[in-house]
């Protein structure tokens, strides 16, 4: 049998690795609490399962549970996190610490293929996927593994382009036997590749959204090269559709460049784009990158979108930034690049 890693396995599959040996199901929980909850590094480590199962699964397979090689940390408290794959893939994921709302940011691939201009992680390229086990990983490795509660994948890569290890590893973050996080504080953000919603809104539970940048078809392609294969419009019809049929949160993030899409044309359209809607929006502020020359929409507009949002009826809020001077924050993923 070839080696595998244990962390980044579902209980059924684990169930499947151990059966044959003779092994119950309720070994394959008790490993699974041991890895994702107990963060444990070493199968000897594991606890309520025999002697004789450790030894097989020493034998067998590895934890896979590796640290970060380096962090840097902000002025805020945010902590960006390197780390490097045995196969040398390298990504980044962030930690932010608020009270009690404590927000890991993972990455889904180290760089990414969609090449949406403004984001420094398309500019570092594609260098593959992250298995389901490498996307957990982020979360139980860092130091601050045990305060962990919510998590966002809004790191690098886009998850739709990588989807069944998406799905994998939103499974084991709300399963009882895995980290055990309600799936109303997970948070999957898109691009928008419609096959890819379709199936993560079939599929999973955990929250879902939207990178919108402009309401206009025209300016959003400039913006987000899938545009032109997806178009947001149609994403969002199907956003709508499961509203109704699932208790989840789906949202639009609006990224708010002045002079750009911060104009009253783009608030009017907008709200057409999603009245008849519980879509929720979050305005963010715009991160600018080496010498670009746009700016964010100041405190002032931003508050206005919002106010304007909230009176027609479509819930708003404004996102405060986090971890820029170390540029961890959204678009600045990239080992350095700027
Ligand atoms: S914004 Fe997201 S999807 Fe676009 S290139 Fe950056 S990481 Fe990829």
């Known amino acids: 049998m070839d080696r595998k890693n244990l962390c980044g396995l579902t209980a059924d599959e684990i169930d499947r ?8 199901s309720g070994h394959a929980i008790s490993i699974c609490n041991s890895i994702y909850k107990k963060r ?3 199968i000897s480590q594991i606890e ?5 199962l450790k030894e097989e699964l020493d034998a067998k397979t590895g934890i896979g549970i590796f640290a970060p090689v380096s962090s840097e940390v902000s002025s805020d408290k945010t902590v960006k ?3 490097i794959t045995e196969t040398g893939k390298k990504f980044e994921t962030v930690y932010i610490p608020d009270n009690k709302r404590n927000t890991v940011c993972v990455s889904t691939q180290s760089g990414c293929r969609m090449g949406c201009p403004f984001c420094v992680t398309a500019r570092y390229g594609y260098h593959g996927n992250l298995t389901a086990g490498e996307i957990v990983n982020q979360i139980i490795s860092i130091p601050d593994a045990g305060k962990i509660s919510h998590v966002v994948f809004m790191g690098m890569g886009e ?7 998406v799905l994998k590893a939103c499974e084991i973050i709300t399963a009882e036997w895995g980290l055990a996080l309600s799936h109303r504080n997970v948070t999957v953000s898109t691009v928008g590749i419609t096959s890819g919603i379709q199936k993560f809104l079939d599929s999973s539970d955990c929250n879902l959204t939207l990178s919108l940048y402009s309401p206009f078809k025209d300016e959003r392609e400039n913006v987000v090269p899938v545009e032109k294969r997806f178009p947001v419009h149609k994403i969002i019809e199907m ?3 499961y509203q109704a049929k699932k208790k989840r949160r789906l949202s639009v993030a609006y990224v708010m460049i002045k002079d750009v899409n ?16 519980i879509i929720r929006v979050n305005l963010l502020p715009y991160h600018r990158i080496g010498n670009d020359a746009m700016t964010s929409a100041s405190a002032e507009r931003m508050q206005y979108f919002k106010h ?7 819930s708003a809020s404004i996102r405060k930034s986090r971890g820029a001077d170390i540029s961890a924050a959204c678009g600045l993923l990239a080992m350095g690049l700027k």
């Open 17 to 24: 690795l151990i059966g044959p040996s003779g092994f119950r």
């Open 40 to 42: 444990i590094t070493d």
């Open 48 to 52: 309520k399962i025999p002697k004789k």
């Open 81 to 83: 996190y390197l780390f």
């Open 159 to 165: 998850p739709m382009d990588n989807l069944d290890n």
């Open 239 to 241: 956003m709508k559709n």
């Open 262 to 277: 911060d104009s009253d044309k783009h608030l009017e359209e907008l709200k057409t784009l999603l009245k008849n809607s």
């Open 308 to 314: 304007n949002l909230v009176v027609s009826g479509i």
